[in-house]
């Protein structure tokens, strides 16, 4: 089969592999989308740990049933199923309260185990879900990236979400500004620096964008909140500058969350948390229920993906791969179609 294989440091190509076997409880999937993730372009271009070659990339994706391996009872061939990227391993502490995006014993597509940029890929039955009725792959392959949008927009229940600003209209943080719109009712502004990118923000109910180029995105924060501040922050860049003005234009008692990883280390002044009551949570990923709901909502045309994804062809993997790397305009996301 053909799979986009990252062979080595800095270097990608299409390559011919052995198509897997499902093992017991697994099922052979037929890809039909697969995203191509921020994280996985990011790892690429700093060469981070985290994904070490050589390793077939790919955890955004959806498909059709093939074949099962043994002990397999509820999916048969022919299926169109959705995928979750976390496998978990449904013993663990954090497994057992539900937490299943936590378990410190996950295994990710593309990351510990084979991804889905490929002709096929085999996948734990226990993470395929039916893929809803009528549903287009591409939207399919975005379940994902969607869900991780809701699980962001529901962590701290306790808070009134009022209003909600996102820095990033990136993929991931036009879900979540999505999510916020939709579970909890939120008015919500979008930062970025793409002018293209938060036309697409607006197209997708942003209430306000504004051009981090142009303008203090944290005064622009408190002008959109009000004097009081933004009841929580979703920073889906995740630079240390961003992070700092997420926690600048919060309310007191309001919340941040980081779910965005471009820089790890930063300078903190903890008076600025401690002493408003602030709130700083990080996010990961999505529980098992909320990539359920990420699905229904795309389904019900409640979270949508908006333009600036890319449909290519598993020929054109590597391309896209390297144009997403150096986005032009509104490219959003690169979804191959082997």
């Not at 089969?1 to 052979?28: H, R, S, T």
């Not at 995105?217 to 009000?226: I, M, P, Q, S």
């Amino acid at each position: 089969m053909k799979a986009l294989l990252y062979k080595d440091w800095e270097l990608l190509e299409l390559a011919d592999l052995p198509c897997p076997e499902p093992q017991a409880g697994e099922a052979l999937i037929r890809v039909e989308a697969c995203g191509i993730c921020g994280s996985e372009i990011e790892c690429f271009l700093k060469r981070l740990p985290r994904r070490r070659p050589p390793l077939v990339l790919g955890h955004e994706f959806c498909g059709r049933v093939e074949r099962v391996g043994a002990g397999v009872t509820t999916l048969r061939p022919g299926d169109a199923v959705i995928a979750n990227s976390v496998v978990p391993c449904r013993a663990c502490p954090a497994c057992r309260r539900g937490d299943t995006n936590l378990c410190p014993e996950r295994r990710l597509f593309g990351m510990h185990r084979p991804g889905a940029c490929a002709e096929y890929v085999a996948a734990p039955a226990s993470v395929l879900y039916q893929r809803p009725k009528g549903m287009d792959p591409v939207l399919g392959a975005l379940v994902e990236p969607a869900a991780n949008g809701v699980h962001a927009a529901r962590l701290l229940p306790h808070l009134e979400k009022r209003s909600v600003f996102v820095f990033g209209a990136g993929v991931i943080g036009l879900m979540c500004a999505q999510a916020a719109r939709a579970l909890c009712g939120a008015r919500v502004a979008v930062a970025d620096v793409s002018a293209e990118r938060l036309a697409i923000a607006r197209e997708l109910g942003a209430e306000r964008t504004v051009n981090a180029r142009q303008e203090d995105a944290a005064k622009a924060g408190l002008d959109f909140a009000g004097e009081d501040g933004v009841d929580y922050v979703i920073d889906a860049v995740g630079s240390a500058a961003t992070k700092a003005q997420a926690l600048a234009m919060l309310r007191p008692g309001g919340g941040a969350c980081w779910i965005g990883l471009h820089e790890d280390a930063m300078t903190l002044a903890t008076y600025g948390i401690t002493l408003p009551q602030k709130t700083v949570i990080g996010s990961y990923a999505a529980t098992e229920e909320e990539f359920l709901l990420a699905a229904q909502l795309l389904a019900e045309g409640r979270m949508r993906p908006g333009a600036g994804v890319r449909r290519f062809p598993l020929a054109e993997a590597v391309a896209a791969f390297h144009r997403l790397a150096r986005p032009q305009g509104a490219d959003l996301k690169a979804v191959v179609i082997p």
